[in-house]
Nanobody
Framework: QVQLVESGGGLVQPGGSLRLSCAAS??????????RSWYRQAPGKQRELVAA???????NYADSVKGRFTISKDNAKNTVYLQMNSLKPEDTAVYFC?????????????WGQGTQVTVSS
């Protein structure tokens, strides 16, 4: 059984920092992973891509978080991280981890359960 377990969310004041982690377990092998991403969904809004990192470590960020957020990965730990600095109230959302794999010619798309990030004074 595949699991993506997210952690690191919470309440932080504007200007503060948080680090999210997403650990993969079960049958997800790092060698099969094509990309690891973070999405977020605020109340009443659509889910949006925040940051992504490919198997070649190419990164991509939403314009709204460039220069403030950093995505990274540890293949040995099968984990992706999102370092969030200079947080703003508009960053408040549920953050979801996504992993896409390609194995034996089949594409798989996995999602975590989400972790709440609240930026408020």
């Amino acid at each position: 059984q595949v699991q993506l377990v997210e952690s690191g969310g919470g309440l932080v004041q504007p200007g503060g920092s948080l680090r999210l982690s997403c650990a993969a377990s079960g049958s997800i092998r790092s060698i099969d992973v094509m990309s690891r991403s973070w999405y977020r969904q605020a109340p009443g809004k659509q889910r949006e891509l925040v940051a992504a990192i490919t198997s070649l470590s190419t990164t991509n960020y939403a314009d709204s978080v460039k220069g403030r957020f950093t995505i990274s990965k540890d293949n040995a730990k099968n984990t992706v991280y999102l370092q969030m600095n200079s947080l703003k109230p508009e960053d408040t959302a549920v953050y979801f981890c996504n992993v896409q794999t390609l194995r034996n010619g089949l594409h798989y798309d996995y999602w975590g359960q989400g972790t709440q990030v609240t930026v408020s004074s």
